[in-house]
């Protein structure tokens, strides 16, 4: 596809000697229409070149060719030069293209070549075993569910792991707690809950009674060491808390490629230990191996307690390694709220020591996300006011499914549908806004059908299926005539269709899925002011054709997005 940044950059360095990728950088993209399709601020040269800006926008105007047929004019504004895309071209560039690449538009045969090479870890959902799967992961599942799919579609090698937390000693604790009162409980009939209440009268019981605390230690220690008892236990805890995270994956269409969590790393945590002491980077303090990092403000990193036991940050270290070695990675994504923003550059930082190539080193990157709070107040798990995922989810279907039986009670396909629309709905509400924000969950907002919300799009998406229902063909890119689309609604939505490609791009340089979901809005917006304006089903044939095939495009593009999110399309609604 035509990349008019690139072209007009191409011409610019030409002229001034400097380099392009340094001139693209410059180019900005004009809020207002009337300043042009790009933008060049020339302030940005005003040192090196030792004029005025506008004297400089001036001499680049008077200077520069351009073919018309690509950039039809362009002018000075203050200090910037402004350049005009020759709408007809890019209306017929663009739908060109999405006529040749179909499902794939938006990723290119030699990006897509280029990125097979990249190996890329994305680690995201990562819930404890034996405690509820709160709202917190479900947002982490999302946005991490979207990077992969992402990443994949851009061509790139992904491996998406869930790094179980079923390993520590909270898992001495249960296994305490279930010795004394396994047989009061109900655990096979609600497994996690059931377990959670063990565990809170068990750390009850420890915060009296430091014999009972170091009972729980000794347990963690035998897991640790094999003993048949305590392992079995903690498979059968793990198998039981799988099946109920399962139940969550399957209702939002999440898979992992690797489950390796924090136990699979138990015999890997020596050989770090020893790395760590090779390099003489460990001491001991208070009994505890650690290591210092006060000189870069990290505090210390704990390598293994006093007791002897490793921790969590030593299994990070153990799997940082491990996937170096496994995977070579170019970047390991950790999907991860930001309260643990200081364990992972802890852990980066030692990583440096473990051996591992430097570009992996430097591909380490914590994707920090914000909480969700309810918009009826906070939630506390031992208070009982946190809301389970999986009902969470199944209120969301049922919501919808109410209000299917109010409005269109005669739906195809209903049950499906709800289902669909409830979940697409939380996926999207979780991906809305920039993911480093806290964000209120709110039923009224996020089912709403109007507003910046999955069913809003999911909306426009029905509508341009029915439009193509109604049309009952698609017509044919090559008979189509674009002259029929040179009005200023139609060449919005081209113009943003145009951007689709980068805006994938750029949700994986910035690994921000709010992009993506800020783009499905704005498409749907403009689709529906060029619906609006200019109807498809019109008399004349050449204008229905065209413009039913900018309709197609949209539904198309709609869909490839909304399934990237995470988000499944309904037949109706
Ligand atoms: N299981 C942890 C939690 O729920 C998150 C794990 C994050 N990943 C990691 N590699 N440390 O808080």
Redesign the pocket.
């Known amino acids: 596809m035509l990349d008019f940044k690139e072209i007009i950059a191409e011409k610019i360095s030409n002229l001034i000697n400097v380099d392009i990728e340094e001139i693209k950088g410059y180019i900005e993209i004009p809020p207002d229409k009337n300043m042009g399709d790009y933008a060049f601020p020339c302030f940005r040269l005003a040192k090196t070149l030792k004029k005025a800006p506008p004297a400089i926008a001036e001499e680049l105007k008077e200077n520069i060719s351009i073919d018309e047929n690509l950039i039809s004019h362009f002018e000075v504004q203050g200090g910037y030069l402004n350049f005009f895309v020759n709408p007809k071209v890019l209306v017929k560039n663009v739908l060109q293209e999405i006529d040749k690449l179909k499902e794939n538009y938006g990723s290119t045969e030699t990006d897509r070549n280029k990125n097979s090479v990249k190996s890329i870890i994305v680690?995201y959902s990562?819930?404890?075993i034996a405690k509820p799967f709160h709202i917190?992961?479900l947002r982490n599942t999302i946005i991490g569910n979207c990077l992969y799919k992402v990443y994949k579609f851009l061509g790139y090698n992904v491996t998406g792991i869930n790094?179980?937390?079923d390993y520590g000693t909270q898992f001495g604790k249960l296994i305490e707690g279930y010795k004394r009162w396994g047989d009061e409980y109900n655990i096979s009939e609600d497994p996690i809950n059931e377990l959670m209440k063990i565990y809170i009268r068990i750390n009850e019981c420890c915060e009296e009674n430091e014999e009972v605390l170091e009972a729980c230690r000794e347990n963690f220690k035998k897991l640790e060491d094999g003993d048949d008892y305590c392992v079995e236990l903690w498979n059968w805890f793990k198998e039981e808390s799988l099946k109920e995270f399962n139940r969550i994956y399957d209702l939002l269409g999440v898979k992992f490629d690797s489950l390796n969590g924090?136990s699979f790393y138990t015999d890997k945590m020596a050989e770090i230990e020893e790395i760590l002491d090779k390099k003489k980077v460990t001491k001991i303090s208070q009994g505890a191996k650690i290591v210092d990092l006060e000189d870069k403000g990290l505090g210390v990193c704990m390598i293994r307690k006093s007791n002897g036991s490793t921790i969590?940050a030593t299994r990070?270290l153990a799997?940082i390694k491990y996937r170096a070695d496994t995977y070579n990675f170019d970047k390991c994504l950790?999907v991860?709220?930001y309260e643990?923003a200081l364990?992972?550059k802890q852990i980066f930082e030692v990583a440096k020591f473990l051996g591992i190539p430097e570009k992996c080193v430097n591909g380490l990157e914590h994707v920090q996300y914000g909480m969700t709070r309810l918009a009826t107040g906070k939630m506390s798990t031992r208070e009982g006011t946190a809301i389970k995922v999986q009902d969470l989810l199944e209120e969301a279907i049922s919501r919808t499914m109410k209000i299917i039986e109010e409005k269109n009670p005669d739906m195809n396909e209903k049950e499906e549908n709800a289902k669909k629309i409830g979940i697409g709905a939380v996926v999207f509400n979780n991906l809305s806004n920039t993911i480093i924000k806290d964000q209120v969950f709110d039923w009224n907002n996020v089912l709403s059908f109007q507003g910046d919300t999955g069913p809003y799009i999911q909306y426009v998406y029905v509508r341009t299926k029915g439009i193509l229902e109604n049309l009952d063909f698609v017509p044919n890119f090559e008979e189509i005539d674009v002259n029929c689309l040179l009005d200023s609604s139609a060449i919005d939505v081209v113009a943003t269709l145009y951007k689709f490609g980068d805006v994938l791009k750029s949700v994986t340089d910035k690994n921000e899925p709010s992009l993506l979901a800020r783009f499905l809005l704005e498409l749907a917006q403009k689709y529906t002011i060029f619906y609006n304006e200019d109807k498809v089903l019109v008399d004349d044939e050449k204008v229905k054709n065209a413009r039913a095939y900018l309709t197609y495009c949209v539904q198309l593009i709609i869909k490839i997005g909304c399934n990237l999110l995470g988000m499944e399309m309904p037949s109706k609604m």
């Open positions: 680690e990562s819930p404890n917190g992961h790094h179980l937390g924090e969590y990070d799997a950790y991860v709220a643990q364990h992972f």
